[in-house]
Every structure is written in structure tokens, then in C-alpha cells.
């Protein structure tokens, strides 16, 4: 019957052997862990501008006697989207209208829009968020953006101009 070495040279050379392999295993651990719940945190922000972004693009093709009132109805349900989300900074909401070209261009400066399918026009509602970084915990955020787009353009038709 072996008795358990305590007092051998090989025995004393194998202490602390256990504290080095969980210092090494829990590191590699926490950096999953972070990493995960960073970018669980950032593609929720993301899905939620993405979210507001289509809502405001449909609610510019509501119909609106202007383009003034479509752009303001865009504007106004993509922020009603913002307050279900924790952001670090005030989202910038734009919603344009442009003109789709016969090359696959786009006027967006003087879009001319109508029935006919060269004056065929899209609605682009662009949802930004910068500094994201505030949002996150406080250790090394590298490959994390500062600032987050969701974007939705959707095709109308000339009808209701």
C-alpha cells in the first residue's frame, strides 16, 4: 500500500501547480464571458436602431399630404422606439427621399418622384448612435464601435406625393 508523499522533493517541486492552471483557465474564461456580454449588449442596441429605423420607414410611406409631414411622422415613431432602449447618447434620426436612377444611383438632392418607373423613389430612414463605449463595462473594449447605424430605405410609389 503507497503512502501519499508529503515530504519528497517531487511532491514540494508540484505545489502551486493547481494556482497556475486556474489563473490560466480563468482567464481564458472571464475573456469569453466579457466578450460575450459585450456583444450581447451591443447587437441588442443594434437590433433596436434597426427596429426604430423600419418603423420609421413605414411610417413615411403612411399616407401624409407632404413630404414635410411624411419625413416628420418617420422622424417622430423612430424616436417613439428610442425609450425601449438604454442608450448612452442621444440617437440622431434622419429620414430622406431619393430618387432612384436608371444607372442604380440615387438623387437625393432634387429627387423628382412620380408614377412612372424612372421617377420611382425610396424612403431612407437612418437611425445613428455615438459612444457606445459608455455603455459597456469598463475594461479593454478593443474591436467594439463607437457608433451604431440602423438603416431602412423602402420603395413607394408615386400615388400619394
Known sequence: MKTPCRHT???????????VEFSVVFIVS?????????????FT???GLQNAAEDG?????????????????AEKVAKAQMPKLT?????????????????GATDCVTPKCG??????CQVTVTVTVTNIRTALPPLPLFAVPDSLVGQASMLHDGKSL
Open 45 to 47: 442596441l443594434r437590433f
Open 9 to 19: 522533493f517531487a511532491c514540494r517541486r508540484q505545489r502551486g501547480t493547481y494556482a
Open 57 to 73: 420607414a413605414r411610417a413615411a410611406l403612411r399616407y401624409q399630404t407632404s413630404w414635410t409631414n411624411r419625413k416628420a411622422e
Open 30 to 42: 472571464f475573456t469569453l464571458l466579457y466578450a460575450l456580454i459585450c456583444y450581447g449588449i451591443v
Open 115 to 120: 408614377m412612372s418607373w424612372d421617377y420611382r
Open 87 to 103: 442608450l448612452p447618447s442621444e440617437p440622431a434620426i434622419v429620414a430622406q427621399r431619393c430618387q432612384m436612377l436608371a444607372d
